[in-house]
């Protein structure tokens, strides 16, 4: 398994675009799967945000997806932010997600970044073993969230 920048393989923004839309359409009012498909393309970046990553197994086939990105919270003044980490059911329990968190936080090291943020509703712990501090808890768009960050 290997993590490559979305812009390397574009054959799968639409995987990417539907695990998204399938995940979390909901939380995004008005969103359509083709208008994620758009956005999905404009992180097809290496040097700049937001960069959209994709886990690759041996055959080259799409085992997972996260991303870089700028003004994930609404109305949060805090930037940029690790987004959308996606592992299909099949592929999970096998490190994929921790290997796409760790090339987040490397490019935006490299981009010059010394904090990331996030916020999950379902795995804290997932980021809690990654190294990730827990921040406020609130309540957004009908969830309550954990916001995290990680010094990088
Ligand atoms: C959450 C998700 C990304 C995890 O992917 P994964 O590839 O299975 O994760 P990893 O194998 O890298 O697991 C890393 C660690 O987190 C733990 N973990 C993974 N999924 C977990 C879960 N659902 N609940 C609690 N802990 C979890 C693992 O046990 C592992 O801990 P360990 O190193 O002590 O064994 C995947 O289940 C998924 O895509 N879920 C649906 C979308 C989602 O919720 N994404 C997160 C949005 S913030």
Do not use: C
Request: zero cysteines; glycine letters at 8%; hydrophobic letters at 40%.
């Amino acid at each position: 398994m290997r993590i490559a920048p979305l812009v390397e393989r574009p054959d799968l923004a639409d995987q990417v675009a539907a695990w998204g839309f399938a995940e979390w359409g909901h939380l995004n009012p008005g969103e359509t799967l083709a208008r994620r498909v758009i956005r999905i393309q404009g992180k097809m970046n290496l040097d700049r945000v937001p960069v959209a990553f994709v886990a690759l197994d041996e055959a080259g086939g799409i085992v997972g997806t996260a991303s870089l990105i700028f003004d994930d919270l609404e109305g949060d003044p805090r930037n940029p932010w690790l987004a959308s980490v996606y592992v299909p059911p099949e592929h999970r329990k096998k490190g994929i997600a921790s290997a796409l968190v760790r090339a987040v936080e490397d490019t935006a090291r490299r981009l010059g970044y010394s904090r990331l943020y996030l916020f999950t509703s379902t795995v804290p712990d997932l980021y809690a073993g990654l190294g990730w501090r827990p921040l406020e808890r609130r309540d957004y768009r009908g969830e309550n969230i954990q916001v995290m960050d990680r010094t990088l």
